[in-house]
């Protein structure tokens, strides 16, 4: 039996690694059998966090709504999410004990263990690039910042 397709989509209000206060935006997608499209959605504020830290809340809260296993795609920009996905870091990681190569603790291990755990059952794939949403969700989080 083939697995249902999902895309969850994240936007935030963070631009890299600076701490300051945020918000992130996350939708999950889905087609039912009978061709509907269903969006389900939600938000996270952050204070004094980063652009890694609010993606993955936002991929492990998104994941979470998810109640049978899926095939996910998951858009971000977030580029050390991206990349370390890209890298297999995170299965490293949960692997060594939550041990970078350096033998140092991973930052962020519990924002990646709640994600990981959310998608672990799950196939998934990570992808940056343009989607019909980015721009609402955008103007969304800009919308509630200035108020």
Known sequence: MEKPKVNIYVETTYKGPAKRDGAAMWIVEYEKKSGE????????YLENG????ITLKAIAQAAGILVKP???RVFTRCEHVL???????PKRWKKDGWINAKGKPVGN??????AMDALERHSYLF???R???????QWDL???EEA
Do not use: D
């Open 37 to 44: 499209l269903v969006t389900r959605e939600g938000k996270i």
């Open 50 to 53: 980063t652009e890694n830290q």
């Open 70 to 72: 899926c095939s996910v």
């Open 83 to 89: 990349n370390a996905i890209k890298n297999g870091w």
């Open 109 to 114: 291990a519990q924002e990646w263990k709640r």
């Open 127 to 129: 992808q940056t690039g």
């Open 131 to 137: 989607h019909g949403y980015r721009e609402v969700m």
């Open 142 to 144: 800009n919308k509630e």
